[in-house]
Structure formats: C-alpha cells, structure tokens
C-alpha cells in the first residue's frame, strides 16, 4: 500500500516563498507519476502540477506556471513543489498524489492521495 505524506506548509506573506514536500511510503517511487493538487474552501480540488516517473516532462497550471516549480528525487523517493511570488489567491490546502502511468491533470486518475498540508498567504 502506497503511502504520501506532504510537508512544507505554512503562513507566508504575499510575494513569498515555500517548499512542499511529498514523501512517498510502501512503493517504488520510480513508477509513479505524480501530481500535486490543491482545494480552496468551498472550491472543488484544482491541479496545479505534474511530473512524469523520470521528471523528464512537467506541467503546470497556468495559474501558477512561471512561480511554481515541479520535481522529484526517486532516490529519496520524494516530490518537491517550490513556490515562489505567492499570492493570497494560492491559499489552499494542497495535495499531493500518484499513479502508475504517466502524469495527467485529471484528479480522479491518480490512485493514492497525501493528507494535505495548509498554505496560507496573507495581503
């Protein structure tokens, strides 16, 4: 059973930085495509970003591609997202998920979800 726990959240102001992390547990990191996903209250999960087995090919959403920066360390078998000029509109929990083929934006392809972790950025 595959198991993802993300890190990295927290309180930050408006123009700054942060680091999430999603280490994966109980599988061969190698073989998954990950993704990184994220829900405002009272909004449906949205994708932000994604990265292929090798980290050969990433995507991003527009909403944040230029500020946010997908990559993978199988060897540590963790995913990073560093996110960079945030905005009080990046407030959201954010998910981290996997799955065995190769990566999509579509939220109910990925077969293992994260927890979560809160990103709150203040004006």
């Known amino acids: 059973q595959v198991h993802l726990v993300e890190s990295g959240g927290g309180l930050v102001q408006a123009g700054g930085s942060l680091r999430l992390t999603c280490a994966v547990f109980?599988?061969?990191?190698?073989?998954?495509?990950m993704g990184w996903f994220r829900q405002a209250p009272g909004k449906e999960r949205e994708f932000v970003a994604a990265?292929?087995?090798?980290?050969?090919?990433?995507s991003h959403s527009d909403s944040v591609k230029g500020r946010f920066t997908n990559s993978r360390e199988n060897a540590k078998s963790t995913v990073y997202l560093q996110m960079n000029s945030l905005k009080p509109e990046d407030t959201a929990v954010y998910y981290c998920?996997?799955?065995?083929?190769?990566?999509?934006?579509?939220?109910?392809?990925?077969?293992?979800w994260g927890q979560g972790t809160q990103v709150t950025v203040s004006a």
């Open positions: 998920g996997a799955k065995s083929t190769g990566p999509t934006t579509v939220r109910t392809m990925y077969d293992y």
């Open positions: 109980g599988g061969t990191m190698s073989r998954y495509a």
């Open positions: 990265i292929s087995w090798s980290g050969g090919y990433t």
